[in-house]
């Protein structure tokens, strides 16, 4: 089994490989908390110009070094065919993506077609603005190049609005990208989701809670001095007690007593979906009543007022049966567009009688 199919892998190590003494550090302090594999940056595609743009190909050789003091596999970022081929020279066990080049077609393939005919795992971070099909197009293009061993790492979207994540997580799109890609591992990365520490493990659980197959975060020995992302590093003793707190979820159910009793609450759920969907089914049919009766009297589909007062009421109601209404009033407004949809249909259809 390849590392990276591992369940509830564990990646850890800093941003950016600074120094020697603090990559070993960092990575040692991880080898005790009991991590899968080390992750440092070598090359670091950075936002502005003039920041630090990663040690390079020296870094390589102390990676080597920090392998053979912990006996564990490494994983860095490659961005060019020359980074593919300088990583695996130095024996580098997993290669990963990152966000800015998965956006780019034309990159990625370069590092797809490096890779033809090597064996190596790689992990594929999502591209920095959520469109799911550059995603999976880089996955493809990787995969086409006759890599088997791949992952998918989700990082968050970026976005101009001030919010209290770095990256959007926007959990919908990696979700839909596991039930296209069952057999795809997802990993999640909270520390570039979060962008602060103190955040990193609640959302390492959130990922846990949905079923994520790992975990990939950002250690530093001295992170208020790091020289890449400071504010979401954190030192791996904290690391270590964090990680020790989490809750690992299993995938699915083992034994036969909790199956038999999940199968019982599913059938409840099934049998009240059944009525949700009669109630539906009811409503639009007096809905269309409602349609002949505006079309015959030459009145609008739409009513504003009308629909004033069901956003002001449903809500409310909602509320008495522990609904919150932000939820109560995004199900209406689907219900009441498809109503007004049908209203028009009918309007068009039937001859008005005046
Ligand atoms: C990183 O992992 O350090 C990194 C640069 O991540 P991303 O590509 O997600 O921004
Ligand atoms: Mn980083």
Redesign the pocket.
Known sequence: MSIIEKKHLIVAGP??AETEEQLMEASLGLKEAGVDML?A?VW??RTRPNSFEGIGAPALEWIKNVKKATGLPFTI?VATPQHVELALDAGIDVL???????VNPFNVQDIADALRGVDIPVMI??P?NPDLSLWIGAIERIAGAGIKQIAA?H??FSTFQPTQYR?LPMWRIPIELKSKMPELPLIC?P??ISGKRDMVFEVAQKALDLDYDGL?I?VHPDPDHAW??PKQQMTPARFGAELSQLRFRKSSPGDQVFIDQLEELREKIDYLDREIIEALGARMKMSELIGLYKKDNNVAAFQLQRWQEILKTRPDWGEKESLTQAFVEEIYKIIHNESVKVQTEIMKKQPSKT
Request: charged content about 30%; overall charge positive.
């Open positions: 941003c950016s992750r940056g670091k595609p970022e990963w993506i990152g966000a800015r080049t998965t971070k999502n920095i790492i990082r968050g990256n990365d520390s570039h990939m950002e890449s992302d």
